[in-house]
């Protein structure tokens, strides 16, 4: 049992962090009725929480190299802690934004990469699989079980409750930091990279900005932007913006290393294969999973009219399916090799999502809906038993928290894109199946170009009881809004069900990404054995 006591206290900690912003998102009438202010406003916050974490990961990984992993992570939850009690106690909307955007993102991006290397440093062999199966179960725990917290302390309690929650839960990983062994990093000192870090956070800033804030801007066509640029949304300008200061990224750390300096990340890390497969497919991973949690939400508390309490008890088969399996990693590994394991993954994903598109009814099948959640969840495990165990495995100790960085960063871009891509997927389906209806619809001409005209100028995922205010307050007849209200509900079925389907798509093409996954079967050691086993990478000098 003593050597399961540091994984306690990291599985923990990561628990934490992913559960936050699953708590804040069924928050929102509440902090909105609280603040006095709009949804608009706190969904702004989200997006600052989400950049901030984005941007600075993979900083965040090499400031675990420079202060040491153990004392980053410490750093790491103490900044976390602070910002949750700020949170907590916020008398103002701007006070919420810096304890929770700012100073919880920051010290999430400390924690995250530091805990990668530790669950490395911590465990060898078959140990390590089942560390990481652990730790990547609970992630996605994390986001199934936020809305039941979230959803019962919002109805019950206040939201304020889980914020102070969280401090304490930060002290109790502190005081059991003890049972967790440094992994120290292998090497020269490092010195840091400030311009790398620069920008590295400007630029993964910026396309995930791009990303998150497609659905309220549009791609191309302006919908409510805050400005245009030639009359188009800002949307794929910004997203080009940031890959551009990436690709200077690449430039700027190639010429560094060239001349002997420590850069912000070793470039060389992106020819290691396993590596480079394991962070494209826990990029696909994240963009699967967030787009599925971005769309059945919708269908349970917009179209069912569930509370979010209720909604979180119906997605529990996700977690429950999803620990159980990512734990069964070492097993899994005497049985089916990386690869063949990741593929299986995939395609249990691509089949659980097709399962959800025939659950999509204007009545939930309770059982069908479980058994199809319950499937993606072992789907969501098979992937997380391997992908941190196989990107943590292909590089040596010196290496573990660039790599922790790297991954969190792939997470966290997937996570961005999935609710990007299939949110324009669900809308662009809505907006086109309820013009369509109203075209068939019995209402008068008038009445129909009415429509239209709102229609083109951008449409949001409606309760019918919201679509029905709003259609009698634009002075439509009695008559004429039951007919549009009949169409309007039959096109939310269509659109959530072209989501599900496009996240289907997304994890049968993800197939392709795992062929350069380690092939053989483990024997008993790490995946890739020994740092000898990747391409070497050293430190500049």
């Not at 300096?261 to 470039?267: G, K």
């Not at 209806?437 to 309760?463: C, D, K, M, N």
Request: charged fraction near 10%; aromatic fraction near 8%; glycine fraction near 12%.
């Amino acid at each position: 049992m003593n050597r399961w006591k540091p994984l306690i206290a990291l599985g923990v900690a990561q628990f934490l962090v992913v559960l936050d912003t699953a708590v804040m998102n069924v928050s929102i009438s509440a902090l909105v009725a609280d603040f006095d202010t709009t949804v608009s406003a706190i969904q702004a916050a989200i997006t600052l929480y989400t950049l901030v974490m984005a941007a600075f990961l993979i900083t965040g990984g090499q400031v675990g190299d420079i202060l040491g992993r153990r004392r980053a992570f410490a750093v790491g939850l103490l900044i976390y802690g602070v910002g949750s009690g700020l949170t907590a106690v916020a008398p103002t909307l701007w006070v919420l934004v810096l304890g929770w955007s700012v100073i919880e993102g920051l010290g999430g991006a400390l924690v995250l990469p530091a805990l990668a290397a530790l669950v490395g440093g911590n465990y060898r062999g078959r140990d390590r699989a089942v560390a990481y199966g652990v730790i990547g179960g609970l992630a996605g725990a994390g986001i199934a079980v936020g809305p039941i917290v979230g959803g019962w302390a919002t109805t019950y309690l206040s939201w304020r409750y889980v914020f102070a929650g969280e401090v304490v839960i930060v002290i109790a990983i502190l005081l059991m930091l003890r049972w967790i062994a440094d992994a120290p990093a292998t090497g020269p000192r490092r010195r840091p990279d400030l311009v790398g870090a620069g920008l590295s956070v400007v630029g993964l800033a910026l396309v995930v900005l791009g990303a998150l804030q497609s659905s309220t801007w549009g791609w191309l066509e302006p919908r409510n932007p805050p400005f245009t640029v030639f009359g188009f949304a800002p949307t794929l300008f910004v997203i080009a913006a940031g890959l551009v200061l990436l690709g200077l990224l690449r430039g700027w750390v190639r010429r560094r290393e060239a001349q002997g300096r420590d850069a912000l990340v070793r470039w060389a890390l992106f020819a290691i294969r396993p590596l480079r497969a394991a962070l494209s497919s826990l990029l696909a991973q994240n963009m699967i999973l967030l787009g599925v949690f971005f769309t059945i939400p919708l269908y349970l508390q917009v179209v069912l009219g569930l509370d979010a309490f209720s909604t979180g008890l119906r997605l529990l088969p996700v977690s429950l399916t999803m620990l159980l399996t990512s734990m069964s990693a070492p097993l899994v590994n005497r049985l089916a090799a990386p690869r063949a394991v990741v593929r299986t993954g995939f395609l249990v994903l691509c089949g659980a999502s097709l399962w959800l598109v025939g659950t999509v009814r204007p009545a939930l099948d309770e059982l069908s809906f479980a058994l199809a959640t319950g499937l993606l969840g072992v789907g969501m495990g098979l992937l997380a038993g391997q992908l941190g165990n196989v990107a943590q495995s292909s590089v040596g100790e010196a290496e573990r928290s660039e790599v922790g960085g790297l991954q969190y960063t792939a997470q966290n871009l997937g996570s961005s894109l999935g609710t990007a891509l299939i949110g324009s997927f669900l809308l662009g389906a809505l907006t086109r199946a309820t013009l369509t209806g109203v075209a068939a619809a019995p209402v008068s001409e008038t009445t129909r170009e009415q429509v239209g005209t709102a229609l083109e100028r951008g449409i949001s995922f409606l309760s019918l009881d919201q679509a029905r205010a709003a259609l009698t307050s634009a002075g439509i007849p009695g008559s004429e809004v039951d007919a549009l209200v009949a169409e309007y509900a039959r096109a939310q079925l269509v659109g959530l069900k072209i989501a599900l389907l496009a996240a289907a798509g997304i994890a049968l093409l993800s197939v392709f990404l795992t062929r350069e996954l380690p092939h053989r079967r483990e024997t008993g050691e790490d995946v890739a054995a020994a740092p000898a086993a990747a391409p070497p990478v050293t430190a500049p000098g």
